[in-house]
């Protein structure tokens, strides 16, 4: 009675989920518009740093306790679960992902190279609070890259053509509620990442098992949530904007609070994973930076390919 009463509850949170990512859509679609700063970088920026919360939760929270390797393996999980099911769920969803329709996604690719830096610095098995400090001062670095015009501009840009208190009062208000939405879309996520965890247990899966697929894909529900939804709604800018920034935001933002709080030191090798990441962005920069298109066939392959390593993973 208990496992279906968790069942129950992992749906309803599934579909509140897919709720507010309706109302963050059209949310972050009028500030685009609004901002002048398009739709990549509204969604790179806003909505890659509120559904890499979890992992920065999870950062925070392990460094505190001396755990700071677990921030690592959650980061760098995460962004495999982010290129390989969440982009590959997407291009399955939406038969055919074409980023070639605005100039933005040209140049979206080239910034995954930020990802790559703190696989360099564990090189060494350790990564220390000056290499945190790069990695937060490369998530800086990525941010003004996407913001061309300065801050008065933008304001600007906002009251151009129409009174300021009307233009202001949208503005405010639309960025109110979506702060609301982020914040219930991170609660519901969290949500369904503990009673998963807690049915898995009831199953007597085990532990590996649990953390693999509970946690990483757990933390990475929103993105995914967020992909399906925008796909649907022929919104392939957003997905990409999204997912590019989550990634990067992991790697850099959420992997350098977490050294600067307490250096990452590993007592073991993590070559495996690293092979799988690049592996995985080479695969997934080749499929859509040749011809700025995903197919349904090459989704199909990057599931596959999270599926195959989340085997080697568990044997």
């Known amino acids: 009675m208990l496992i279906l009463a968790k069942i129950l509850a992992i749906l309803l ?13 059209r949310s972050l679609t009028y500030l685009s518009k609004l901002t002048k700063l398009g739709q990549y970088a509204t969604t790179a920026l806003i909505m890659a740093l509120a559904t890499s919360l979890p992992e920065i939760s999870v950062a925070i929270s392990s460094a505190s306790q001396g755990l700071s390797e677990l921030a690592l393996g959650d980061a ?3 962004n495999i679960v982010n290129l390989s099911l969440v982009m590959g769920i997407s291009a399955i969803v939406g038969k055919s992902l074409h980023f070639n329709q605005d100039k933005e996604n040209k140049k979206a690719f080239l ?3 930020y990802t790559i830096l703190p696989l360099i610095f564990i090189l060494d098995q350790r990564i220390g609070r000056t290499e ?6 490369a998530y800086l670095l990525y941010v003004s890259s996407l913001i061309k015009k300065k801050p008065h501009a933008l304001l600007k840009k906002i009251t151009k053509g129409d009174t300021e208190t009307k233009a202001l009062k949208k503005a405010f208000k639309t960025t ?3 702060a609301v939405f982020l914040l219930f879309l991170v609660v519901a996520s ?3 990442v503990w009673i998963s965890k807690s049915l898995a247990e009831d199953l007597g899966l085990p532990i590996l098992f649990v953390g693999f697929f509970i946690i990483a894909i757990g933390t990475s529900l929103p993105e995914l949530v967020f992909g399906i939804k925008a796909v649907r709604q022929r919104k392939i800018t957003m997905v990409l904007g999204n997912i590019i920034g989550s990634c990067i935001t992991n790697a850099t933002l959420v992997i350098g609070i977490a050294s600067l709080i307490h250096p990452i030191t590993l007592d073991h090798s993590i070559t495996l994973p690293i092979i799988e990441y690049l592996f995985v962005a080479g695969l997934f920069a080749f499929f859509t930076f040749t011809k700025h298109r995903l197919d349904r066939w090459e ?4 599931v596959g390919l999270f599926l195959y390593y989340t085997v080697l993973e568990l044997f």
């Open 111 to 113: 910034p995954l190279l």
């Open 76 to 78: 760098l999980g995460s």
């Open 299 to 302: 989704g199909t392959i990057l």
């Open 13 to 25: 949170f599934s579909y509140v989920l897919t709720l507010i990512t309706q109302r963050i859509i």
């Open 190 to 192: 969290q949500a369904v």
């Open 176 to 178: 109110r509620e979506l």
């Open 132 to 137: 945190g400090f790069v990695l937060i001062t």
